[in-house]
């Protein structure tokens, strides 16, 4: 399936949700469609000649500012592709109701290709690009990491902009998130995809009107696929594993590991590190990754890696009975409809990998309200707790267990305001989600969190009379 399917595909989902709102004629369009994509080409003076690269940065709807998104670093990146991911960018925004608009950028590159610091050159001739027309900026345009970017990239945007001089120096940290928490990041920030990922599967399982997973309704035991062992796969991996989850196999771009009795995600991904491969793990079956997500029956199969990973090709042949769509737009319009009538249910990835938007949302408030999470009533929380603690030590007649006394005494670290704050943003968007699941008849889930994001959406435009 090529990009301009992607694009497709995701207008065929708006389209769907449409159907079951009453929009204001033309408001439709309005919102399916991207308001601006700037392409560029540069050069960068590099070993001894100039090369040319090429990426873009799209607008999907500005009906709140900034707008927000990642950027990824992809040599199969192009604009159609940008656009597509621009318009999921709209629609998780408003469906966790975090208040930013939608926008995604591209450059098209290979990162293995460079060494540091010529990737350094070139992210900040791109960054100079898009300052120029406020594609980035702390109250317009607000990129992010996506594939092939983190941290790293985010310091050298950040750095750049400053010295742009394109904004108050006061809310410059502002003009990107997910950097390091020493240069104005937050604490979660790299695990918060996986980390909503997991909020989200939890919130799936502990709803009454869901339908069990293997017969039951928790993680322990399940047995899972991810596919694509990069920051959200493998994040993903791990906290499913810590609750109890089996992760099974591990398909990566070059080859898949299986393994009945489950890897231990963080003993692959050193083996990783170290070999360069997941192939050839101790004890896992090696297999071609083409066969990687057909290969073995499992509960779940978590897409982590890209767009068109189950397409009308292998839809047939795949056997979950949850897909969890950590990447966006894995499964296609055509497949998910083979999947849907098999009885495979999908976790959509508007909802699903939200988590990454939401933390960064806390991590711009804390750009421009210049105040660490958890800082102001830390020393209160403490003290309330510690009498807590010790009045009910006074009336036991013994002292608490630790498990106990931690809860209680509360010391919030900035870690632990994060994931609290994430956790009740995808618990709430979930509720909101089978809300309005139950006024549709059998839609999937995805249309009705469509449905929640389009109406919601439409709701800022009716507010300012359009
Ligand atoms: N790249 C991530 C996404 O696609 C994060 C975007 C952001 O934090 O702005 O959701």
Excluded at 41 to 47: D, E, H, P, W
Excluded at 79 to 93: I, T
Excluded at 122 to 133: G, H, P, S, V
């Amino acid at each position: 399936m090529s990009q301009q399917e992607f694009l497709t595909s995701v207008q065929n989902f708006i389209d769907n949700a449409i159907s079951h709102i009453d929009l204001t004629e033309g408001l439709a369009e309005r919102i399916a469609q991207c308001n601006s994509t700037y392409s560029v080409r540069f050069g960068v003076k590099l070993r001894g000649r100039i090369y040319s690269f090429q990426g873009w940065r799209s607008v999907h709807s500005e009906h709140i500012e900034p707008v927000k998104g990642g950027i990824r670093y992809d040599p199969d990146a192009n604009h159609d592709e940008v656009e597509a991911l621009a318009a999921l960018m709209s629609l998780k925004c408003a469906l966790v109701n975090v208040p930013f608009g939608g926008s995604k950028g591209a450059l098209k590159i290979n990162p293995a290709d460079w060494s540091e610091d010529e990737l350094e050159k070139i992210t900040r001739r791109f960054t100079q690009e898009l300052a120029r027309r406020d594609l980035i900026h702390p109250g317009r345009n607000v990129p992010a990491p996506d594939m092939g970017t983190g941290e790293r990239e985010m310091a050298w945007m950040a750095d750049e902009f400053r010295r742009s001089g394109r904004s108050d120096a006061i809310n410059q940290a502002a003009c990107v998130t997910g950097k390091p928490v020493a240069r104005g990041g937050i604490e979660g920030r790299v695990e918060a995809t996986g980390r909503g990922l997991q909020y989200a599967l939890k919130s799936y399982l502990a709803h009454p009107d869901t339908a069990p997973v293997a017969g039951q309704k928790d993680i322990a035991g399940l047995s899972v696929v991810v596919q694509g062992f990069g920051n959200v796969g493998y994040h993903a991996a791990k906290f499913l594993q810590e609750d109890g989850a089996r992760i099974v196999g591990i398909v990566e771009h070059d080859v898949a590991i299986f393994d009945d009795a489950g890897f231990d995600v963080d003993a692959v991904a050193a083996f990783r590190a170290e070999t360069g491969s997941v192939g050839n793990f101790p004890g896992a079956e090696t297999v071609p990754s083409a066969q990687g997500l057909t290969y073995k029956a499992a509960d779940i199969l978590i897409p982590a890696a890209k767009e068109n990973a189950i397409t009308a090709d292998n839809c047939e042949d795949v056997n979950y009975e949850l897909i969890v769509e950590a990447a966006n737009g894995p499964v296609t319009a055509e497949a998910e409809e083979c999947l849907t009538r098999r009885g495979i249910i999908i976790l959509p990835d508007l909802y699903v990998n939200a988590g990454g938007v939401v933390v960064s949302y806390f991590e711009w408030v804390k750009n421009i309200t210049h105040l660490p999470f958890g800082l102001m009533d830390k020393r209160q929380n403490i003290m309330s707790g510690s009498a807590v603690v010790s009045a009910l030590e006074e009336i036991a007649g013994r002292p608490l267990p630790d498990t106990q006394r931690s809860k209680i005494a509360r010391d919030t670290r900035e870690i632990d305001v994060v994931r609290s704050g994430l956790e009740e943003i995808m618990v709430r968007a979930f509720d909101e989600i089978m809300e309005r699941k139950k006024t549709l008849g059998n839609a999937t889930l995805r249309t009705a969190a469509y449905v929640v994001t389009i109406a919601r959406i439409a709701e800022y435009y009716r507010a300012i009379g359009l």
